[in-house]
């Protein structure tokens, strides 16, 4: 069974553009939650869906949103970067929105912001 | 507002002696903690969890210990590996304005000497 893939893995852009990330799920995962790892705050929640929707959102501004496909992908936006959105951006999938001890995580997406 | 501290940002361990990772929490109402292992360039990975139900709970040489009127957990592992060498995550599932997430630290590097 394939894991949790998510392009690109490596990204730069400048401040003021705008950038989306992709994460596949693993196959039958309808859940996917993305994070935000950065050296001086951990690992922070962004936002959650399941089956298309929203289910749930992190304390973070508009710039960042987010969407789900009918196949379960889902992309992660950016939009006017700064330099503050450098960080490793992780998305993790499992099979129901509640599933925490089964989520698995992909291997992030490394963002630098410049 | 940290409410999942990992206030040990490193812990250095000799091959075969214990590991032991701490965690302290600020709100009462968290109810199930988990522990997540991450190597470099890979996301994380689940480890182990525990119910606020219990004040215990064994896998293989890995155990989590916690204390409800402390608001702490430990992982221990016993004995260490080299393999062990890796960021350990605690998480609790809490509750935000629009549902729940999981609330990480800032994670604690092991490194495990041989």
């Known amino acids: 069974k394939a894991g949790v893939t998510q392009t690109p893995r490596y990204l730069i852009k400048t401040r003021g553009q705008q950038v989306t990330l992709s994460c596949s799920p693993i196959?039958?995962?309808?859940?996917v939650s993305w994070y935000q790892q950065t050296p001086g705050q951990g690992l922070q929640f962004l936002f959650e869906?399941?089956?298309?929707?929203?289910?749930n959102k992190g304390n973070f501004p508009g710039r960042f949103s987010g969407r789900q496909f009918s196949n379960s992908r889902s992309e992660m936006n950016v939009s006017t970067l700064e330099l503050g959105d450098s960080a490793l951006y992780l998305c993790?999938?499992?099979?129901?929105?509640?599933?925490?001890?089964?989520?698995?995580f992909g291997p992030g997406t490394r963002l630098t912001v410049l | 507002d940290q409410q999942v501290k990992q206030n040990s940002p490193s812990l250095s361990v000799q091959e075969g002696r214990i590991s032991i990772l701490n965690c302290d929490y600020t709100n009462s109402m968290f109810d199930y903690f988990l522990w997540y292992k991450k190597y470099p360039a890979e996301g994380p990975t689940f480890l182990i969890s525990?119910?606020?139900?219990?004040d215990k709970n064994e896998d293989g040489r890995f155990t989590v210990f916690l204390n409800k009127s402390a608001k702490h957990l430990s992982l221990h592992i016993v004995p260490s590996q080299p393999g062990d060498s890796a960021v350990y995550f605690c998480a609790a599932i809490g509750a935000n304005q629009a549902g729940t997430a999981l609330i990480f630290g800032k994670g604690t590097t092991l490194s495990v000497s041989s």
């Open positions: 196959s039958g995962h309808r859940s």
């Open positions: 869906y399941f089956s298309e929707t929203q289910r």
């Open positions: 993790a999938s499992s099979w129901d929105e509640t599933a925490y001890n089964e989520q698995f």
């Open positions: 525990i119910s606020s139900i219990k």
